[in-house]
């Protein structure tokens, strides 16, 4: 069974700043896929990034990036310039490349702070 | 269109009322999946529909049944819930299981709705 484990319930960080919100996973795949998704107080749930675990080069989009580390089983998300829009919950998760079900983490409560 | 909708947006039931939640979507996406996600908690799997077929079903009570009656409908009727039943529902849909690429299975989610039982 695989585990995903994002162990800092809440982080704040100041308009303009960086932050970064780790996760840590646990799995016997060899081949699998990892996101992060973003749900605002509005409650719809956002893709943010996904990373391909066969793929070395750490996805990145826009302002947002990831430090994929597979060795050490850790995809922690880095947010860079944060705005007071990425103030939401953001949820690590990781899919099995065998199947569709995706494993969340608990989720960690950014306030970015203006 | 890249979105998935679901309606109603909000419902207030009792407990032994019968009423159902849909979700649409017009991506052509193969798989759909109801979760249920409490406040400040992670989404819980209930269910999944490939290829129109129940795929799996997370040990959810036969009080909530989920139907899929052709590939852009996903519904999940309710009947004699229980007020710990009351959460947002979450309908999300993917391409299909089989992918290579993770753009291939990536869940996209719609709104939810937002349910509590009285």
């Known amino acids: 069974a695989q585990t995903v484990t994002q162990s800092q319930p809440e982080m704040s960080v100041q308009e303009a700043e960086t932050v970064t919100l780790s996760c840590t996973y646990d799995t016997s795949e060899n081949n699998y896929y990892l996101f992060w998704y973003k749900q605002p107080p509005s409650r719809q749930m956002i893709l943010v990034i996904r990373?391909?675990?066969?793929?070395?080069q750490n996805a990145t989009e826009n302002r947002f990036s990831v430090n994929f580390q597979k060795a050490a089983k850790s995809f922690s998300l880095k947010i860079s310039d944060s705005q007071l829009g990425d103030t939401a919950m953001y949820f690590c998760a990781f899919m099995p490349g065998a199947n569709s079900k995706l494993t969340f983490g608990k989720g960690i409560t950014l306030s970015v702070r203006p | 269109d890249t979105e998935v909708t679901q309606t109603p947006k909000h419902l207030v039931m009792g407990m032994t009322n019968k009423k159902s939640l849909k979700c649409e979507q017009h991506m052509g996406h193969r798989a759909m999946y109801w979760y249920k996600q409490k406040a400040k908690k992670p989404p819980e799997l209930m269910f999944v529909?490939?290829?129109?077929?129940?795929?799996i079903n997370e040990s959810v009570p036969s009080r909530f049944s989920p139907e899929c009656p052709n590939s852009s409908l996903l519904n999940l009727h309710l009947h004699a819930l229980q007020p710990e039943d009351s959460a947002l529902y979450l309908c999300?849909?993917?391409?299909?299981?089989?992918?290579?690429?993770?753009?291939?299975?990536?869940?996209?989610f719609g709104p939810g709705t937002r349910l509590t039982v009285l």
């Open positions: 529909y490939s290829y129109e077929k129940l795929s």
């Open positions: 990373q391909e675990a066969y793929k070395q």
């Open positions: 999300a849909s993917s391409q299909g299981r089989g992918g290579v690429t993770s753009s291939y299975n990536e869940q996209f």
